[in-house]
């Protein structure tokens, strides 16, 4: 399957085929002013005759130190772990064509990787258990923090547009990432509508 590559975020978005089938009941949500502290991206590219529509990388504020550290030392390290988040598609040319699949992205920067280990996406929405699916590993890097090292990963897994529908109907959405649970916050949420609205003609 072909790959665009998502530079801003560092992760790589699959082409999907076009016209998806989403049952009656699963529609984006209605047309209105979308409130949140983030961006959606539409960037096209002649050369591939493709359009990309993205969610800037939005981070997930539980994973974020929330402790005022004034000495930050050896002796008193901060923690400068964090976790982003993404939602992307594509389509071919610049009209709007619904896809069949969506991209979810994250990056992490992590003290403590076993946390993550395994990359099994599980969410839980309003409520109800739904497996997603084990992550693919895009790109690990090493970053040096102070005086520790962090492991630094993108991930991506393409879920089918109908999981981006019911993300975007959802009132709470817990994840779990390997051994680490968090979860989406209203921004992420309101985001994450946005980007399903966008997503039919």
Known sequence: MKRILAILFLLAAAVVPAFA????????PPKRNFKYDGKIVTTYDNAKNETLVLIQLMPIKSVEDPHEILEDSAQHPRDWSWLGFTMFFSYPGQSVVTPKGVSLGFLYEALEPKHYEGHVLTAKIDGERVPLGTMEVLKTT???RKWDQYTRRTLELIVPYDMLLRLANAKKVKMTLGRFDFDLSKD???AIRD???????
């Open 21 to 28: 089938q989403v049952p009656d009941k699963l529609q984006p």
């Open 142 to 144: 090493i970053v040096k």
């Open 188 to 190: 992420n949420l309101e």
């Open 195 to 201: 980007l399903a609205n966008r997503t039919t003609p």
